[in-house]
């Protein structure tokens, strides 16, 4: 990978997550339109940056250390919902996380961590990807654009990518153990459910943040 700056990174990075949103709100926009719902796409927003961060919290935490530069490079992405306060909120306060305290915790308990987190997250990715594969399914079948069926799953998986590959390389110390971690857990979390509602295997609409 091309040699970045930090602040070079940082910038490449917001601008990965700009096109996501931007993705995310006009397919949101179409999936209310097409639907007559009121849903909110600051939910799916919302739920997205929930993703984003557990892919990024794999990335960080693959090569065993998570030092304060990935943290904050992980906070930036906590505009619309945060992953930590889910997990509090989810166990009722029994789990209550910080960046700094999962930095500081053992290493076995990290892996438990990242092993137990697609199952926590398994309804908000319902949720949120329910809308979205929806417009991509229908967008396909009618040719409202020129799409093949994956198209924007594809775009959005891109922008996640790249965001946790800049993270890799964030500390200058990028490793391909780092990137198959984020690759892994973008598929695990929001990808294969995407490709069955793709594949005709439909979803309830999950359930949403509470």
Same mark, same amino acid.
């Given at each position: 990978? $091309?040699? /970045? ?15 996501? $949103?931007?993705? !995310? ?42 030092? &304060? ?15 930590? $306060? ?14 700094? #305290? ?9 892996? %438990? ?15 949120? !990807? /329910?809308?979205?594969?929806?417009? %991509?399914?229908? /967008? ?8 093949? &069926? ?12 790249? !965001?946790?590959?800049? #993270? ?10 780092? @990137? ?5 857990? @973008?598929? $695990? ?13 439909? #979803? ?7």
């Amino acid at each position: 990978m $091309e040699s /970045y700056d930090r602040q070079d990174i940082l910038d490449k990075a917001a601008q990965a997550y700009d096109h996501a $949103e931007a993705t !995310i709100r006009a397919m949101d926009k179409v999936f209310q339109n097409v639907t007559g719902s009121n849903y909110d796409a600051e939910l799916t927003l919302a739920q997205f940056d929930m993703i984003l961060q557990g892919v990024l919290l794999s990335v960080a935490c693959a090569d065993g250390v998570f030092d &304060p530069v990935e943290q904050d490079f992980i906070r930036q992405f906590a505009m619309h919902g945060d992953l930590l $306060e889910y997990i509090r909120s989810d166990s009722g306060g029994a789990t209550d996380l910080s960046w700094d #305290l999962i930095a500081g915790l053992p290493k076995d308990l990290v892996r %438990d961590l990242l092993r137990v987190l697609p199952s926590v997250l398994d309804d908000q990715c319902e949720s949120f !990807i /329910y809308p979205l594969a929806a417009v %991509d399914f229908s /967008y396909s079948q009618c040719g409202g654009v020129m799409t093949t &069926p994956g198209d924007f799953l594809k775009s959005i998986e891109t922008d996640m990518i790249q !965001i946790a590959g800049l #993270l890799a390389f964030v500390d200058s110390n990028g490793t391909d153990e780092e @990137i198959n971690a984020a690759v892994a857990m @973008i598929y $695990e979390l929001e990808g294969k459910h995407w490709r069955d509602i793709l594949s005709g295997r439909a #979803l309830g609409s999950g359930q949403e943040i509470t």
